[in-house]
């Protein structure tokens, strides 16, 4: 199960992919996360409840996490404004998301892209 704090800090990656520097501008957002920015956006609106579908949802959390660890994004200055733990910290918070989910464990950027 998350806790709190996990759910915590999956507003906070959702928030800074959907309103920082990351991912700002990027015409390929639909493709690298599997999602549109609205319905994105959304997700990160409402989290944790959320009316959208759950493989909708699923799929932006993910690939959220999978994207801001090892995407190149360019932004790794940037990431103590939007993010308040390190991306060794993110990597656990995402595995145990990945667990809870019954899904398997990332071994590299292309191995958990849904």
């Not at 759950?54 to 999978?66: G, P």
């Not at 200055?77 to 899904?103: D, H, P, T």
């Amino acid at each position: 199960m998350l806790q709190e704090k996990d759910i915590s800090i999956i507003r906070e990656i959702l928030h800074a992919t959907a309103n920082g520097p990351f991912f700002k501008d990027n015409w390929e957002f639909s493709i690298i996360f599997g999602v549109t920015f609205e319905e994105f956006s959304q997700v990160a609106a409402n989290w944790p409840k959320n009316s959208l579908p759950e493989e909708t949802v699923s799929l932006a959390i993910n690939n959220c996490f999978n994207n801001l660890l090892g995407f190149p994004h360019g932004c790794e200055k940037n990431w103590n404004e939007w993010i308040s733990i390190s991306e060794a910290e993110l990597k656990v918070v995402f595995e145990r998301w990945r667990k809870q989910r019954g899904l398997e464990k990332q071994t590299s950027y292309f191995s958990v892209l849904e």
